[in-house]
């Protein structure tokens, strides 16, 4: 049920079943003491970790090794003024072991960009928290008020 605000509260399992249905999202993370923010495409894996693809030397995999990060993605419906915004928070690494990259080079995802050297990045799930935005005539949702009364 909508709460008083118009949002709803989403499961872990509800954030994890909306997540698998859109392919892009942003990574925020920190670059030289400033927040930063990139678009990327991404999959989850079996263990709801977010995985990422991109250049071995880019300032993604320079700024992120062991460092905790956020990752949100969202879908949204302006004409219903519906949607949602889910946010994986955790550890971001390089994948660096051999056979791991392999499995990933075979079902994981697949940069946008072309890239030669491309590595794989993991951000394990330790937080995931989402959110439901309602259309205002559903049951709960907040009516908005019109300046006629």
Not at 5 to 25: H, I, M, N, S, W
Not at 34 to 58: K, R
Not at 93 to 106: K, N
Request: charged share 25%; glycine share 10%.
């Amino acid at each position: 049920m909508l709460g008083n605000d118009g949002f709803r509260t989403l499961d872990r399992q509800e954030c994890l079943r909306l997540l698998a249905k859109v392919p892009v999202g942003r990574v925020v993370y920190t670059e030289q003491a400033l927040p930063a923010v990139l678009p990327v495409n991404f999959s989850l894996d079996a263990d709801a970790s977010v995985l990422l693809c991109t250049a071995a030397g880019s300032d993604l995999v320079r700024a992120i090794g062991g460092v905790v990060v956020a990752f949100e993605a969202d879908e949204f419906d302006a004409e219903n003024r519906s949607g949602w915004s889910v946010v994986v928070t955790g550890r971001a690494a390089v994948v660096s072991d051999p056979g791991e990259h392999a499995r990933l080079s075979q079902a994981g995802p697949r940069s946008w960009m072309p890239k030669r050297d491309g590595v794989f990045v993991r951000i394990g799930s330790e937080m995931i928290t989402g959110r439901e935005l309602g259309r205002p005539d559903r049951p709960g949702a907040p009516r908005e008020q019109r300046p006629d009364g």
